[in-house]
């Protein structure tokens, strides 16, 4: 899925529909979407006519035939190059789309008969494509889920390589938070009954595709804004040139319509005017490419901005669950004994913490008789489990003062160095799980939360970018402190509750930040709708996808760093671009304008500072500079240009450097070089 | 060095050291701190009672707005009535006739907005009665209305999210009570004590040493020099300007009226960065601004005090410098020095002659008066320089990946289109009028009008044609200065720059004031790291940058054919 290799960014297969594309995008209705090079169409026609017209007349201010036709050629190709940059764009995020949609084609759907509004125990095998919103089908090992939906009965292993590229099957099962398959996995064991959610062609997928094929694509806020401002740019050239007339009368100086053409193409910011919608298509792409479904262009574009990050402590920041890490018994307990009964008391814990102890005791678990035994759950109130064993044994593990208040109930002591014990396991950020055997205290068992290589180096890449990072805990306010140190996180909610969520990113919106995060439970999606980005888990609920502006198909907590990368990838692109176009504009003047004047005012030669050839090679030079400078930057338009958390002002000191400075003498560069190759024909 | 020089620089360094009290005094007024001039206390209460004001009376930009353009509209009639009937008046002891009609909406716009155009001249066109309480009149209010909407603008990046720019008739009323006044006082008696007129006797006639009789015009100037430059305004009582000795007696007076006319512009600076405690933001500003000064100031004085390179080419020597058009008690170093001054902000008062200056100062010249924002005019100039910066800060802040924000509020498409808008207005009106200039100099010279467009100009080709471009600038800039070989005192000239007038003055504030209202009213952000900095030296060379930029975007080809193809055809 992850083929973001550079050969793939003009593959055949793309490139052909993306040509034929640049010519149906001709149309002066597509063009008229974007100001700037619907002025260049105009121009482009006026000299149809005016190269039709310098092939019948020889008129000596319109300029011989072939540099007419020249000029006109010129100005078709930049017309052509701006619109192939969005079709390739458009083809690339379509293609990355395809091969997901390719997952879900048609397959058969084991649906489940209704008759009126009550749904019978028949089955009948109809095409995926024919399951409605509300239907009901059935998947048993072996078969390919047909359709988005939500686990009603059952538990299933299910494939979902598919999307996610992932190997590993997954659960899903009936209620509670891990209730979604998704279209195109495989079902591996065990037979489950599924709700759909969604009607054919209105997925996320769907929206997705429609989203990048332009259909629905809209401008994003700040595309708006630079879309003004480039227009305004444009209206500035139209007053230049339009002035230039009487400017020149005045000056005695003729000028032909070609090089008033040409001088107002190359001035308006084409490069910028062409790439625009290539850059935002293309950050839409990289997010799909990071297999993230955004629901609108809008959302990655406001992920750059993002000021607070929401983080789950497990998964995103710890490595799955707390593990036990130390066994300590209490003065004059055998270790053994102790770590025996240990393992006894979390032999039928299936909690991740319970495997762990066993896990670190190291024990053959066959050996111990555990027939008769009564196993006693977890409760909130007792705050303990257990075992209860046929000998009258009773072991107990659980919450310090769950523990203590057992012993001292019983008329025993807490020993005082498992209490200091405790005390310092808890301020180290683990956890105490203290044991008891027939109401004395064996000893504690330490579990601590492995936090995941690598994640503090992303936190300060985050905070160097501006980003506060907030994890989010069940644990205690000690423990999460711990976490939220070593991690590295800027702020912590413990002891968190799901409105707690929703409260803290109120809070923070009422300060005026933008706040993302991630989730996928039910009762995460009123959060999730809140924040600004929410990115929702594939596997998580309808309820949460729907809430969010984003689904992750890895369901990978750390995706929202790269989400943010991305979006300021994409504005960055943007303003470079803008950048580099509106800073070329002082070379082209420096070619066009001696050109135009010099045979009337021979004294501007001094201008000519490039030293070219002939008034005309100086304006084709200029103008064929204009035109290919777009397709050199299409494949920076899609790659993005590199985003580096250095700091606000050193980023725009080196871009300012790069494509400002940069964009003032490349074109010098540039034209001098077509100059010198003209030279050879002309 | 050459005294010539060390004068210059003495004058810049004491107008620098100067405006910085000036500035902390400015912010106290504002913020209501104690002065020394709360005596004035009741005066004020007395004018607000007067007027029907309730100073407390806070204005969200639109009222803002509102209030100042009726009033502004109201010093129009006034001006424009006055001027047309002044021969019916009293205080005319020369008998000077009423102005033509094209001629008064002419004057009386370009008092207004604090250009002071002048397609009169002092002496025979207006009288005592319109220059001091019409011309000298509209100095002070013009000026305060500059400074009086750069203060609700302050107002409104002062605080988080406020929904009011402050009442414009308090800010107006103590910007001439606790600024103008008395700072024109203090310039007026030095004026008066160093030989400038003040009475109110018609021409005296003195004889020669040749033995003529001459007429000497003169009147109650002192005052007026004052406030001509202290507001930035530039419109002389005589009119020969601040070249005239009367105007402009020694050396002393004309660095007393270099120190005035920028010690306000600069002293706003300062102010806005103690009123709206920014000072890091004012200090980077203030550089950018004096770079951007050097900038057109050195190559300026170079080529003044290098002299004229055609006299050269006739093996005539040039110790002095160029020396046409300028006053011998000057010199080239300090006339220069004026001359980016006055075109900078935008006073236009001027001690030599525009169109004497070599190619190269008159371009720097213009240039000042295109950007017009390197200090700038009372308020306006500082106005002038946020719309560069929310451009800067809309396109650094896509380039550093952020939405952009300036002060703490996200800058969306509708200040971009206001700022845009307001960025087009110039290059429009400039290369409009001059295109429309251009365009009857050259097809119709002979068309019948009181003055054909082929008397216009009193030089042919580029020179020519930069008289032309100067005389839009100017108006666009509102500055008043002028390449005066121009005959301007006819219809085409008195009406287009008369248009121009109005739009470059009246847009330029509108936009600033609906920018900030609106950014005002968006949720306050707070700064983080990934915030880019509008204090920092990068984002004030990108300010520059975006200055140089649409500049040079705007008027290159008009500089080509005017200025710079005059430069290299010598």
């Known amino acids: ?682 | 060095m050459n005294t010539e020089l060390t004068g210059v620089i003495v004058t810049f360094l004491i107008t620098v050291l100067l405006a910085i009290p000036l500035g902390k005094y400015i912010a106290k007024v504002f913020s209501g701190n104690k002065t020394m001039l709360d005596f004035l206390n009741p005066f004020e209460r007395f004018i607000y009672r007067m007027c029907g004001i309730d100073p407390q009376k806070k204005m969200d930009w639109k009222d803002f707005l509102k209030a100042m353009l009726t009033i502004n509209l109201l010093w129009f009639v006034y001006a424009f009535f006055m001027l047309l009937f002044q021969d019916k008046l009293p205080l005319n002891p020369d008998g000077n006739p009423a102005q033509t009609p094209d001629l008064a909406f002419n004057t009386a716009i370009s008092f207004l907005v604090n250009c002071n155009l002048q397609h009169y001249s002092g002496e025979t066109g207006v009288t005592y009665l319109t220059q001091t309480f019409v011309l000298m009149f509209l100095q002070f209010v013009s000026a305060a209305t500059g400074i009086a909407v750069l203060v609700g603008v302050l107002n409104g990046l002062k605080e988080k999210t406020v929904n009011n720019l402050g009442n414009f008739w308090s800010i107006f009323v103590k910007t001439i009570t606790r600024i103008l006044l008395p700072l024109c006082i203090v310039m007026a008696v030095i004026m008066a004590f160093s030989g400038s007129p003040t009475s109110y006797d018609g021409k005296d006639t003195i004889t020669t040493l040749q033995g003529d009789t001459v007429n000497v015009s003169r009147g109650p100037a002192a005052g007026f020099i004052a406030i001509k430059h202290l507001g930035t305004n530039g419109g002389g009582w005589f009119g020969a300007n601040s070249a005239h000795p009367l105007e402009n007696p020694t050396y002393l007076t004309n660095m007393v009226e270099l120190i005035a006319q920028m010690i306000i512009p600069i002293a706003m600076i300062f102010a806005m960065g103690i009123y709206i405690r920014k000072r890091k933001f004012a200090n980077v500003i203030f550089g950018i601004m004096t770079v951007g000064m050097l900038i057109l100031l050195v190559p300026t004085m170079v080529a003044e005090i290098h002299g004229n390179p055609a006299i050269a080419h006739l093996g005539v020597a040039q110790p002095t410098g160029a020396m046409e058009g300028k006053e011998v008690r000057f010199g080239p170093a300090s006339s220069g020095y004026w001359s980016i001054v006055t075109t900078i902000i935008s006073t236009g008062s001027v001690n030599s002659m525009h169109d004497s200056s070599m190619p190269l100062s008159g371009m720097m010249q213009m240039l000042g008066m295109m950007i017009n924002a390197f200090y700038g005019g009372c308020g306006v100039g500082i106005l002038n320089y946020l719309i560069y910066i929310i451009v800067a800060v809309f396109i650094s802040g896509l380039m550093v990946g952020r939405t952009p924000e300036f002060m703490g509020h996200k800058v969306e498409a509708r200040e971009i289109k206001i700022a845009a808008l307001v960025t087009l207005l110039s290059a429009f009106l400039v290369k409009g009028g001059v295109a429309l200039a251009a365009y009857f100099s050259a097809h119709h010279p002979e068309i019948a009008w009181a003055v054909k467009p082929s008397s216009w100009l009193n030089n042919p080709s580029y020179h020519g044609f930069s008289e032309m471009l100067y005389e839009f600038t100017s108006s666009n800039a509102n500055n008043g200065s002028g390449f005066e070989g121009l005959g301007d005192n006819n219809t085409f000239w008195n009406v287009s720059t008369g248009i121009v007038l109005i739009l470059a003055r009246f847009i330029p504030i509108i936009g600033p004031v609906a920018i900030v209202g609106l950014l005002a009213n968006k949720k306050y952000v707070p700064e983080s790291a990934g915030t880019l900095r509008t204090d920092s030296i990068t984002f004030g060379a990108m300010t520059f940058a975006v200055i140089f930029i649409i500049n040079a975007l705007s008027f290159f080809p008009a500089l080509v054919l005017g200025p710079i193809a005059e430069l290299f055809s010598r």
Do not use: W
């Open chain 1, 1 to 682: 899925m992850k083929n973001s290799n550079k050969s793939s960014m003009f593959a055949k297969e793309l490139v052909l529909p993306a040509l034929k594309q640049s010519f149906v995008k001709l149309s002066p209705r597509a063009m008229f979407r974007n100001p700037v090079m619907f002025t260049v169409e105009i121009g482009t026609v006026i000299m149809l006519f005016v190269t039709a017209y310098s092939f019948k007349v020889n008129d000596k201010t319109i300029g011989n035939f072939s540099y007419n036709l020249a000029v006109f050629i010129i100005l078709l190709l930049t017309l052509l190059f701006a619109n192939f940059a969005e079709a390739i764009a458009e083809a690339r995020g379509k293609a990355q789309a395809d091969s997901l949609r390719k997952t879900r084609e048609e397959t058969p759907a084991k649906k489940v008969s209704i008759v009126g509004e009550i749904f019978t125990d028949e089955i009948h095998i109809v095409p995926s494509s024919q399951l409605k919103k509300g239907d009901l089908f059935v998947c048993e090992a072996g078969d390919i889920i047909p359709m988005d939906g939500e686990i009603i009965k059952g538990l299933a292993t299910i494939d979902e390589s598919a999307i996610t590229g992932e190997s590993a099957p997954v659960i899903r099962e009936a209620g509670g938070d891990k209730s979604s398959v998704t279209g195109g996995t495989k079902v591996l064991s065990d037979k489950i009954k599924v709700r759909v959610t969604t009607d054919p062609g209105e997925s996320f997928l769907d929206k997705m595709i429609a989203l990048v094929e332009g259909a629905s694509r809209q401008k994003t806020p700040n595309e708006i804004a630079l879309t003004i401002l480039l227009a305004s740019f444009t209206i500035i050239f139209v007053i230049v040139c339009v002035t230039l007339k009487p400017f020149a009368d005045y000056a005695n100086t003729t000028i032909s319509i070609a090089a008033f053409i040409s001088l107002f193409v190359c001035l308006i910011p084409t490069t910028i005017g062409g790439l625009l919608s290539a850059i935002g298509i293309a950050g839409m792409d990289r997010a799909l490419r990071a297999n993230v479904i955004t629901k609108s262009g809008k959302a990655v574009e406001t992920a750059g901005d993002v000021d607070t990050l929401l983080l789950d402590k497990t998964g995103t920041i710890t490595i799955g669950n707390r593990k036990a890490t130390n066994f300590y018994p209490a003065n004059g307990i055998d270790k053994k004994v102790f770590i025996k009964a240990c393992v006894l008391a979390s032999l039928a814990d299936e909690t991740p913490e319970g495997k762990s102890i066993i896990e670190l005791a190291n024990l053959n678990v066959n050996s111990f008789n555990t027939t008769g035994a009564r196993f006693i759950e977890f409760t909130a109130e007792t705050r303990s489990s257990g075992i209860d064993m046929p000998s009258g044994l009773k072991i107990r593990k659980g919450a310090f003062d769950a523990i203590r208040n057992i012993a001292i109930k019983a008329g025993n002591n807490f020993p005082k160095e498992t209490e200091e014990q405790v005390r310092s396991i808890s301020s180290n950020g683990g956890t105490p799980l203290v044991v008891s055997q027939n109401q004395e205290v064996l000893g504690v068992i330490e579990l601590q939360d492995i936090i995941k290589p690598g994640i503090q180096e992303r936190f300060a890449r985050l905070r160097k970018m501006g980003v506060k990072t907030v994890m989010v805990t069940g644990d205690n306010p000690l423990t999460a402190k711990y976490i939220a140190e070593k991690a590295g996180v800027d702020d912590f909610i413990a002891e968190a509750k799901p409105e707690d969520k929703m409260n803290y990113i109120k809070k923070e919106q009422v300060s005026g930040k933008l706040v993302a995060m991630m989730g996928d439970g039910t009762n995460d999606a009123p959060a999730l709708a809140q924040a600004d980005v929410g990115v929702a888990m594939n596997s998580g609920t309808q309820a949460a996808k729907e809430a969010g502006n984003m689904v992750d198909l890895d369901n990978d907590p750390t995706k929202l760093i790269e989400i943010v990368e991305i979006g300021k990838q994409l504005l960055i692109t943007r303003g470079t671009i803008t950048t580099f176009s509106i800073a070329n504009d002082v070379a082209k003047y420096f070619a066009i304008v001696p050109a135009l004047f010099i045979s009337s005012i021979p004294a501007l030669q001094a201008l000519n500072i490039m030293h070219l050839q002939s008034p005309q090679s100086a304006i084709l030079s200029a103008v064929i500079f204009n035109a290919i400078i777009i397709p050199l930057l299409i494949p920076l338009s899609l790659k993005g240009v590199a985003y580096k958390p250095i700091g606000a002002s050193a980023l725009l000191r080196r871009n300012l450097l790069i494509y400002g400075l940069g964009g003032v003498i490349a074109p010098f560069i540039g034209i001098k070089l077509i100059d010198m190759i003209l030279a050879l024909f002309i």
